[in-house]
C-alpha cells in the first residue's frame, strides 16, 4: 500500500504538491514573459520544472530528498525511464517561420541547464547576466506539456483500456491525463479572460490553435547584464570602486561574484 500503483492517496498528494505547485510556477513564467521581465521568467520555470521532475520520480522512480535545486542530474534520470516520451532534442514545429534565432535546435538537457543557471537562487539578487533566448518560451511550453504527461505512474495499468499509461501515451501523443490546470480558476469556476490569455499567448503545447492566430512565433532576445559586472566596468572610476567595495562589505555574495568583484579591483591598484 506504500506506493503509488497501489495507493490512490499517495498519487494525489504528489499531484496536490507538487505537479500542482508546478502548474502555477509555470503560468507566472509565461506571464512574466508576456511582460519581458526576463528575470522572473528563469525563476518561475527553474520552480516549475522541478517541481514536475520531482513529481515525475516520485511517481515513478522513488524519493527526492537527494536532489537539490540543481536540475539536470533528476530530469537526466527522469528522461531516461521516459524513454521516448521525452526526446532528446527541441525542435520547431514546420509551420514556424524560418527566423534566424540562435538555438533554435536545442537539446532539452542544455535547455535544463539554462533555465537551472538562469533560474538559481544564487541569481535572485540579479548578480549575474542573462540572455533569454527566442524560442525560449516555446521550448518551456514543449517541456512543461511532456514532463506533465509523465507525471503518473507510467507502468500502472489503465482499467478501461487494459494499457499501460505508457502505452497509452505513446499511442495519443497530445494527450493529457489531466487536462485541468486548478491554477487557472484560482477565484471562480470559471478563470478570467486575462488569465486565459496569459496561460494561451503563443502556446503552441497547449492552446495550437489560439496561438496559430496571433501568427506570433518569436519572443525576443534581450541580453540584460548584471548590474555587478556593468558597475566593473565602470572601473578605475573612483566611485565604481568604492560602489564595489561597499558591496563587498554590506552584502553576502556567492563565491564567485566575490573573486570576481576582489580581481577586479585588485588589478587596479597594480
Given at each position: 500500500?506504500n506506493?503509488?500503483e497501489?495507493?490512490?492517496?499517495?498519487?494525489?498528494l504528489a499531484?496536490?504538491l507538487f505537479r500542482d505547485?508546478?502548474?502555477?510556477?509555470?503560468?507566472?513564467?509565461?506571464?512574466?514573459?508576456?511582460?519581458r521581465?526576463h528575470?522572473?521568467?528563469f525563476?518561475?520555470?527553474?520552480?516549475?520544472?522541478?517541481?514536475?521532475?520531482?513529481c515525475?520520480?516520485?511517481?515513478?522512480?522513488?524519493?527526492?530528498?537527494e536532489?537539490?535545486?540543481?536540475?539536470?542530474?533528476?530530469?537526466?534520470?527522469?528522461?531516461?525511464?521516459?524513454?521516448?516520451?521525452?526526446?532528446?532534442?527541441?525542435?520547431p514545429?514546420?509551420?514556424?517561420?524560418?527566423?534566424?534565432?540562435?538555438?533554435?535546435?536545442?537539446?532539452?538537457?542544455?535547455?535544463?541547464?539554462?533555465i537551472?543557471?538562469y533560474?538559481?537562487?544564487?541569481?535572485?539578487y540579479?548578480?549575474?547576466?542573462?540572455?533569454?533566448?527566442?524560442?525560449?518560451?516555446?521550448?518551456?511550453?514543449?517541456l512543461?506539456?511532456?514532463?506533465?504527461?509523465?507525471?503518473m505512474?507510467?507502468?500502472i495499468v489503465?482499467?478501461?483500456?487494459?494499457?499501460?499509461?505508457?502505452?497509452?501515451?505513446?499511442?495519443?501523443?497530445?494527450?493529457?491525463?489531466?487536462?485541468?490546470?486548478?491554477?487557472?480558476?484560482?477565484y471562480s469556476?470559471?478563470?478570467?479572460?486575462?488569465v486565459?490569455?496569459?496561460?494561451?499567448?503563443r502556446?503552441?503545447?497547449?492552446?495550437e490553435?489560439?496561438?496559430?492566430e496571433e501568427?506570433?512565433?518569436?519572443t525576443?532576445?534581450?541580453?540584460?547584464?548584471?548590474?555587478?559586472?556593468?558597475?566593473?566596468?565602470q572601473?578605475?572610476?573612483?566611485?565604481?570602486?568604492?560602489?564595489?567595495e561597499?558591496?563587498?562589505?554590506?552584502?553576502?555574495?556567492?563565491?564567485e561574484?566575490?573573486k570576481?568583484?576582489?580581481?577586479?579591483?585588485?588589478?587596479?591598484?597594480?
Amino acid at each position: 500500500m506504500n506506493s503509488p500503483e497501489s495507493n490512490v492517496l499517495i498519487r494525489s498528494l504528489a499531484w496536490r504538491l507538487f505537479r500542482d505547485a508546478a502548474d502555477e510556477d509555470y503560468f507566472f513564467a509565461r506571464t512574466a514573459m508576456r511582460y519581458r521581465l526576463h528575470h522572473q521568467f528563469f525563476w518561475s520555470a527553474q520552480q516549475a520544472l522541478e517541481k514536475y521532475l520531482k513529481c515525475a520520480h516520485l511517481l515513478n522512480l522513488g524519493p527526492v530528498s537527494e536532489f537539490s535545486h540543481g536540475l539536470l542530474d533528476i530530469f537526466e534520470k527522469v528522461q531516461r525511464f521516459s524513454g521516448k516520451l521525452i526526446p532528446d532534442l527541441f525542435i520547431p514545429p514546420s509551420y514556424f517561420p524560418k527566423i534566424p534565432v540562435r538555438n533554435d535546435f536545442e537539446e532539452y538537457s542544455k535547455f535544463v541547464e539554462r533555465i537551472s543557471d538562469y533560474g538559481s537562487p544564487d541569481i535572485r539578487y540579479r548578480h549575474y547576466s542573462i540572455a533569454p533566448l527566442g524560442f525560449d518560451l516555446h521550448k518551456l511550453d514543449e517541456l512543461c506539456f511532456l514532463l506533465r504527461r509523465v507525471c503518473m505512474p507510467l507502468e500502472i495499468v489503465q482499467k478501461v483500456s487494459g494499457k499501460s499509461y505508457r502505452t497509452l501515451l505513446l499511442e495519443s501523443p497530445n494527450w493529457q491525463p489531466h487536462p485541468t490546470m486548478k491554477c487557472l480558476k484560482p477565484y471562480s469556476s470559471k478563470p478570467s479572460l486575462e488569465v486565459l490569455y496569459n496561460f494561451k499567448w503563443r502556446n503552441f503545447s497547449f492552446h495550437e490553435d489560439f496561438a496559430l492566430e496571433e501568427r506570433e512565433i518569436h519572443t525576443g532576445q534581450s541580453a540584460q547584464n548584471s548590474e555587478i559586472y556593468l558597475t566593473i566596468e565602470q572601473l578605475p572610476n573612483s566611485e565604481a570602486q568604492a560602489a564595489l567595495e561597499w558591496l563587498l562589505s554590506s552584502v553576502r555574495l556567492h563565491k564567485e561574484d566575490r573573486k570576481v568583484i576582489r580581481q577586479a579591483l585588485s588589478s587596479q591598484k597594480q
